[in-house]
Nanobody
Framework: QLQLVESGGGLVQPGGSLRLSCAAS????????IGWFRQAPGKEREGVSC????????NYADSVKGRFTISRDNAKNTVYLQMNSLKPEDTAVYYC?????????????????????WGQGTQVTVSS
């Protein structure tokens, strides 16, 4: 069973930056597409970004394009989400998830059903 662990969340002021990490225990991540999702209070979980197994292809939600960057280091079995120019509306619990497939179609790569493995989430709060 692939187990994912997120870290790096916290409280940051608007305009600040955070880097989230998603690490796997036991099994290697490098066979999987890794997605980042977030869920704000009272809202549905939404896809933020994803990266294919080699790291050569990435997708971003329109709301984070130009501010967030996803990357992976397969040697360290870790995927990162660098978040810059953070806004209060970025406040949410952020989850990483693993999928055996990759798609450039938002309706597919942001579909939670495509990801059988999930982490527990890390809280990101953007507030002054």
């Amino acid at each position: 069973q692939l187990q994912l662990v997120e870290s790096g969340g916290g409280l940051v002021q608007p305009g600040g930056s955070l880097r989230l990490s998603c690490a796997a225990s036991v099994f290697t991540l490098h066979y999987y597409t890794i997605g980042w999702f977030r869920q704000a209070p009272g809202k549905e979980r939404e896809g933020v970004s994803c990266i294919n197994s080699s790291g050569g292809s990435t997708n971003y939600a329109d709301s984070v394009k130009g501010r967030f960057t996803i990357s992976r280091d397969n040697a360290k079995n870790t995927v990162y989400l660098q978040m810059n120019s953070l806004k209060p509306e970025d406040t949410a619990v952020y989850y990483c998830a693993a999928s055996p497939i990759f798609s450039s179609d938002y309706s597919l790569w942001a579909a939670m059903d495509e990801y059988p493995y999930w982490g527990q989430g890390t809280q990101v709060t953007v507030s002054s």
